[in-house]
C-alpha cells in the first residue's frame, strides 16, 4: 500500500471512484491505488485541518493540559526516582501513550503508586487529546464540503 491510501484511509474520506480499484483475487481483495493526486490532495486536507485545530479553543486546552500532565509526572519522577530530566520525560510519555516499552519502571512505593494513578489518569486525558484533534480536523474537512 502507499502513502495516498494510508491517508485517504487515516481521514475517511476513501474514495472509490476516484482513488481506488479493488481486483478480487482467491482469498482477498487487494485494493490498488492509482497514481494521481490523491496522495497530496489528502496531505494538503490533513496540514490544512491540523492547523486548524490548533487554533481551535478546545484543542488547544486539552493540549495544554495533557503537556501539562506530562511535565508534571516528570517532574514526579525526577524528585521521586531520581531519573535525569530526559528519562523523566520520555517515561512520561511512553507510559501516557500506553507504548510502555518497559526499558524504565518506578523502584519505590510512591513511584509505583503515581504511576498507576498517573496511567488511568493520563490514559483518558490522552485518548481526549487525540480525539479532540481529529475531530476537529475532520469537522472542518465535513464544513468545507458543505459549502
Known amino acids: 500500500m502507499n502513502l495516498g491510501l494510508?491517508?485517504?484511509?487515516l481521514?475517511?474520506?476513501?474514495?472509490?471512484?476516484?482513488?481506488?480499484?479493488f481486483r478480487k483475487s482467491s482469498t482477498l481483495v487487494q485494493m490498488q491505488l492509482f497514481e494521481d493526486?490523491?496522495?497530496?490532495?489528502s496531505l494538503?486536507?490533513?496540514?490544512?485541518?491540523?492547523?486548524?485545530?490548533?487554533?481551535?479553543?478546545?484543542?488547544?486546552?486539552?493540549?495544554?493540559?495533557?503537556v501539562g500532565m506530562i511535565l508534571?509526572?516528570?517532574?514526579?519522577?525526577?524528585?521521586v526516582e531520581g531519573w535525569s530530566w530526559l528519562d523523566s520525560i520520555y517515561f512520561s510519555v511512553v507510559t501516557i501513550s500506553t507504548v510502555g516499552f518497559g526499558d524504565f519502571s518506578p523502584e519505590t512505593a510512591a513511584g509505583k503508586i503515581f504511576t498507576m494513578v498517573y496511567i488511568i489518569v493520563g490514559l483518558g486525558v490522552f485518548v481526549t487529546a487525540a480525539t479532540t484533534v481529529a475531530d476537529t480536523i475532520l469537522s472542518q474537512d465535513d464544513t468545507k464540503a458543505d459549502k
Open 37 to 41: 493526486e490523491g496522495a497530496m490532495n
Open 11 to 21: 481521514i475517511g474520506q476513501l474514495s472509490v471512484n476516484q482513488h481506488c480499484s
Open 72 to 79: 508534571w509526572a516528570s517532574v514526579f519522577y525526577h524528585f
Open 6 to 9: 494510508w491517508l485517504n484511509v
Open 44 to 66: 494538503t486536507r490533513i496540514t490544512r485541518g491540523i492547523g486548524v485545530a490548533f487554533k481551535d479553543g478546545r484543542v488547544k486546552g486539552i493540549l495544554a493540559f495533557t
